[in-house]
């Protein structure tokens, strides 16, 4: 892990007052770019050739010969070849010398080595560098383990495929798409022989896909990803924060899911299995009743992220939720970053941090904020790593 001396002494060098908001031009970066703005802060996208029109031409901010703001809320952008060449020399400095505070989110650490991130990324960054691996299923102190001594709940691991027996979840990463899901779901090991070596053939596994699996209890019930946040510099009113919740959409499950039950099974006979690949989100809200539950989980998260990741979780983080018949959580995912999820709130916020601070307040809003009294308080190191 890159020293925490370099990466304040790169703050240190910074004009403060000049800070901007910069972010790698993907996954929720529009939330954090709009965000910031909001805040009063500059903004800067990286972004890979050939995906860069959201940000430079459809989201770039513009204001008229007065200089007043006309529409828009990304100021900058950087171009690179590939997401992966935002770690070079001379990027970084480029970013450092334009007092460019980094906001990690889910690409960053997916088009960038995790080790890389961790040892040889210099910008200062907003949130936990030590946890961004937590994300990273198989690790030895992945989210699972954290969820464990956390006492949070999760669902029950399924050890082998073997000992699939009652609905399933296989949860791998796609073979083809960086980003995401070769998810599938078994009753049975001859289930499960049958689906793995169909996805095999479609190219959305890979032969060695076993090696890197994590097989768990299907639970049957609403998902309900749980955007909170952790602010250690706050001075008024409780630190932990739940701005937010959505859902999502995923493609081809969820046009599966509409069709009439023989049709789906007609489908599953001809070898057409439902993806999980994410493709938008959604907002929702929690009977109140449960609202105690889910801070009561948010509350151990934060509790253990210190003990076990000094100094802890710091800012967004996303726990991603089960709710069973019975009204039970079972924790699936954890995001230890800004949530994929986050772009529903942008601009118009989310009841919960908007009624929680009177005004739309979204997670980047919030992130900002965050950053903004930070600098102000002159606490700015206490939030970055």
């Known amino acids: 892990m890159i020293s925490r001396d370099e990466v304040l002494a790169n703050l240190g060098r910074y004009n403060k ?11 929720s970066a529009l939330d954090t770019c709009d965000g910031a703005y909001e ?4 903004t800067l996208a990286v972004c890979q050739k050939g995906r ?7 989201f770039r901010s513009y204001n008229d010969s007065k200089g007043n703001h006309l529409c828009g809320f990304v100021d900058d952008t950087l171009l690179v070849d590939k997401f992966v060449d935002v770690m070079k020399p001379e990027n ?3 970013l450092m010398d334009t007092n460019t505070l980094w906001v990690p989110n889910r690409s960053f650490t997916s088009y960038v080595d995790i080790d890389s991130v961790e040892n040889d990324w210099k910008v200062p960054m907003i949130g936990s560098r030590n946890m961004l691996r937590s994300e990273e299923r198989g690790e030895a102190r992945d989210y699972y383990w954290i969820l464990e001594k956390a006492n949070l709940p999760f669902p029950k691991k399924v050890e082998k495929p073997e000992d699939i027996d009652g609905l399933t979840i296989i949860k791998v990463h796609h073979a083809q798409k960086k980003l995401e899901r070769g998810f599938f779901t078994a009753v049975s090991y001859e289930q499960y022989v049958e689906k793995s070596q169909e996805l095999i053939k479609q190219g959305v596994l890979t032969p060695d896909f076993e090696e ?3 097989m768990e209890q299907y639970i049957i019930g609403p998902v309900f990803n749980l955007d909170f946040f952790y602010d250690p510099i706050k001075e008024n009113g409780e630190k932990v924060e739940l701005l937010g919740i959505d859902w999502r959409f995923e493609s081809s499950l969820d046009g599966y899911v509409r069709l009439p039950g023989k049709q789906q099974v007609e489908l599953e006979n001809d070898g057409i299995i439902p993806e999980y690949t994410v493709c938008g989100h959604n ?3 929690l009977r109140e009743s449960l609202l105690d539950k889910a801070f009561e989980m948010a509350e151990k998260y934060v509790a253990a992220s210190k003990t076990h990741y000094d100094p802890g979780i710091v800012g967004p983080f996303c726990l991603q939720t089960c709710v069973d018949k019975d009204l039970h959580f079972y924790i699936y995912d954890v995001a230890p970053r800004i949530g994929g999820g986050t772009n529903v709130h942008m601009d118009v916020g989310h009841p919960y941090g908007n009624s929680l601070y009177r005004t739309n307040m979204s997670t980047g809003r919030r992130l900002a904020r965050m950053v903004r009294e930070g600098i102000e308080q002159d606490r700015l190191e206490e939030i970055v790593s």
Not at 17 to 27: F, Q, W
Not at 39 to 42: A, L, S, V
Not at 52 to 58: H, Q
Request: glycine share 10%; charged share 35%.
């Open 92 to 94: 970084q400095k480029f």
């Open 17 to 27: 007052k000049e800070a901007r908001i910069g972010v790698l031009g993907s996954h």
């Open 52 to 58: 860069e029109k959201t940000f430079d031409r459809y």
């Open 39 to 42: 805040e009063g802060f500059k």
């Open 212 to 214: 890197h699996a994590r």
């Open 283 to 285: 907002s929702a809200t």
